[in-house]
T-cell receptor
Framework: NAGVTQTPKFQVLKTGQSMTLQCAQD?????MSWYRQDPGMGLRLIHY???????DQGEVPNGYNVSRSTTEDFPLRLLSAAPSQTSVYFC???????????FGPGTRLTVT | TQLLEQSPQFLSIQEGENLTVYCNSS?????LQWYRQEPGEGPVLLVT?????EVKKLKRLTFQFGDARKDSSLHITAAQPGDTGLYLC????????????FGQGTELSVKP
């Protein structure tokens, strides 16, 4: 099993550009989530999904879109990148009843 | 709003010393997890506690969930340089799998 995979590992965008961060898991987990990590702030939930076709907003959803068409994939779209979106982004998956999350290696995004 | 407060935020100790990290909240959690994160990687789950007063041991690490399920602690005995990393606590409310609330983290450095 590859676990949770994320691409790309690094990305530099100019303000106003759009892009999609990819996330895939091969553990057949129902739950998938996107977090951003900024210094001194831990991880903050952006969006999450409890199954294919079902998504919901987390703590900091503005400027991001998600969709979940399959159990395996949960892409995160930045519609119009802003410098405030410079961060490290982590995708996670888990089995709902245990709440335990398995994290990908992260995508380091810089917006100039 | 930081619903989970971790303390201390930074901790630098010598090999062989003991330490305790605290995770406090005014909210009741259904479960609380502890993760460890190394630079450039995603968080890795160490333990999940679900019952008030529960104590779990993982080699030199002891985790405790408060009786009221609002707080938790992580105690490391005889710390080693390999324990160096960012320790994160995360809480889950009710049946909201995939929706974790993270503390801001404790950066631990163990010097040989």
């Amino acid at each position: 099993n590859a676990g949770v995979t994320q691409t790309p590992k690094f990305q530099v965008l100019k303000t106003g550009q759009s892009m999609t961060l990819q996330c895939a898991q091969d553990m057949n987990h129902e739950y998938m989530s996107w977090y951003r990590q900024d210094p001194g702030m831990g991880l903050r939930l952006i969006h999450y999904s409890v199954g294919a076709g079902i998504t919901d907003q987390g703590e900091v959803p503005n400027g991001y879109n998600v969709s979940r068409s399959t159990t395996e994939d949960f892409p995160l779209r930045l519609l119009s990148a802003a410098p405030s979106q410079t961060s490290v982004y982590f995708c996670a998956s888990g089995i709902g009843f245990s709440y335990e999350q398995y994290f990908g290696p992260g995508t380091r995004l810089t917006v100039t | 709003t930081q619903l989970l407060e971790q303390s201390p935020q930074f901790l630098s100790i010598q090999e062989g010393e003991n330490l305790t990290v605290y995770c406090n909240s005014s909210s009741v959690f259904s479960s609380l997890q502890w993760y460890r994160q190394e630079p450039g990687e995603g968080p890795v789950l160490l333990v999940t506690v679900v019952t008030g007063g529960e104590v779990k041991k993982l080699k030199r690490l002891t985790f405790q969930f408060g009786d009221a399920r609002k707080d938790s602690s992580l105690h490391i005995t005889a710390a080693q340089p390999g324990d160096t990393g960012l320790y994160l606590c995360a809480g889950a409310h009710g049946n909201q799998g995939g929706k974790l609330i993270f503390g801001q983290g404790t950066e631990l450095s163990v010097k040989p």
